[in-house]
């Protein structure tokens, strides 16, 4: 759209006004010989009023142009002002959601990691658990075996004991059925010597 020209407008119109006022005035000059139907003072009256008006028109549009101009100027660079912000904010937003986006895609990697770590945690620790089973399993066997040894070896010299008990018990009474009073002087002689070769 073209811009309009104020200076063109206005001196167009003036123009105009001048021709219309110049018109009357002819009219009136013309009629005021005959009988019109409209008398001159009249005329002169349209052509003071029309004057003035355009005057005035004139004089508004001369003065009030640049601030209406401005005015309209400011008001339009106010709305860009607004547009280029509503854009900035449109962008900044646009970006706010892409970052959000993305933190949301890191989100579900990130809840990905902490399970997988979470189960390799938990399959560390289980083979430590085993781990640590089987090492008590062991030492509780080590210690079961060692105390049945114990207690065998202990059945044992309690065996021998009792063994060797039955046999000295087995030996009297052998030597008791089978010991003669021969036999049994000389053991009391042999005793004596003994006796006597200690003193």
Not at 30 to 54: C, Q
Not at 177 to 195: C, G
């Amino acid at each position: 759209m073209k811009k309009l020209s104020w200076k063109k407008t206005g001196t167009t119109a003036l123009s105009v006004l001048v021709v219309l006022s110049f018109a009357a005035a002819a009219y009136a000059s013309e009629a005021g010989g005959h009988s019109a139907a409209i008398p001159r003072e009249k005329w002169l009256d349209l052509l003071y009023r029309t004057t003035n008006f355009a005057g005035l028109a004139f004089i508004l549009v001369f003065f009030l142009k640049k601030p209406f101009a401005d005015g309209l100027s400011s008001r339009r660079d106010g709305i860009k002002d607004q547009l280029e912000a509503l854009e900035s904010r449109k962008a900044e937003a646009e970006q706010m959601y892409k970052e959000a986006e993305a933190k949301l895609a890191r989100l579900d990697d990130e809840v990905n990691a902490i399970i997988t770590e979470a189960v390799k945690q938990g399959e560390a620790e289980k083979a430590k658990i085993i781990t640590d089973a089987e090492r008590n399993a062991g030492d509780i066997k080590r210690q079961a075996e060692m105390a049945v040894a114990h207690e065998l070896a202990e059945a044992k010299t309690r065996l021998k004991g009792e063994i060797a008990e039955q046999a000295v018990l087995l030996a009297e009474e052998l030597v008791k059925k089978n010991i003669q009073p021969a036999d049994q002087s000389r053991m009391v002689e042999l005793s004596l010597d003994k006796v006597g070769g200690i003193q």
